[in-house]
């Protein structure tokens, strides 16, 4: 059976869907026949991506600028997904934030804003769409998190604590919504090309830094992660839930 065949044909809301990870992970499941809404900050680029996404896949898009944050906004955006799409039968929350500051630097605002974005609003949209997934079979959330779940950087301890949250979250969420037949589930990423990482992509040094770490001799791309994330979302992981799918060229593999 393909991979087409064993995707629910429900609407997936991403976040952080107008850039990098998110956009990739819109465009692989609406290859699969999922219609997409796309909800970003960048209002702009969630529009751009939504409209490209359904004239090359020909299924229905939608796309909101938001903050993710923002509950009251967040509310108003599952009702528009929920209009536009017809159905809402999962969430990837790929919205994310990094700010470089050590522990003796850190701000609250910093703390603040990181966890706010990475973590906490996870929480929120998956309260707000609890509806929608529940009435719909195959339902299924995919958090991402990244290699600062499973390992930690001096630099940006609130991005760690964040993203090892979310691995955390996944685990409880996946216990309290299984009998729900909701499947949640995150996957960490490695190093991969995307405008979050620009600054260090662009600096030979860093980047040469970043492939040597991966056994696989090479950073990733976006669409290295909307693959794993497309395979957790259908059927064909349809008895995986509460795991952590690394997907980072073997970067954690060794020390
Ligand atoms: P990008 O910066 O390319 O995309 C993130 C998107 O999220 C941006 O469009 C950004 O908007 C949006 N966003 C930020 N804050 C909010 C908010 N409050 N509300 C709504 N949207 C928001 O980053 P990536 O694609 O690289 O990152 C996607 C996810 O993958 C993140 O969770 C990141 O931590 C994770 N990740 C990335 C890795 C990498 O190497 N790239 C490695 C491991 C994990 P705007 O641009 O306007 O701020």
Redesign the pocket.
Known sequence: MSALEMSPTTGVVV??G??????ACARALAEVGRPVSL????GE??AEAAASIAADCGVVTHSVG????DRASVNDAVGAAREALGTIGGLV??????TAMDIDNLTEEIWDSVL???LR?EVFVVQALLGDLRSQEGAAIVG?????SVVGNAAIPS?TAS?HGVVGLTKSLANHLGPDGIRVNAV??????????AAMMDDPPSKAACVDKAPLGRV?T?TD?AKAVRFLMSDEAGFVTGTTLIVDGGVTSHD
């Open positions: 976040t952080g107008g850039s990098g990870i998110g956009r909800w970003d900050l960048n680029g969630a938001l903050d993710v944050t929350h790929a919205a994310g934030i990094v706010g974005v990475n609003a991402i998190g990244s290699i600062m991005y993203k960490c990423p490695g190093y991969i090309e995307t405008p979050m990482t990733g976006p992660i």
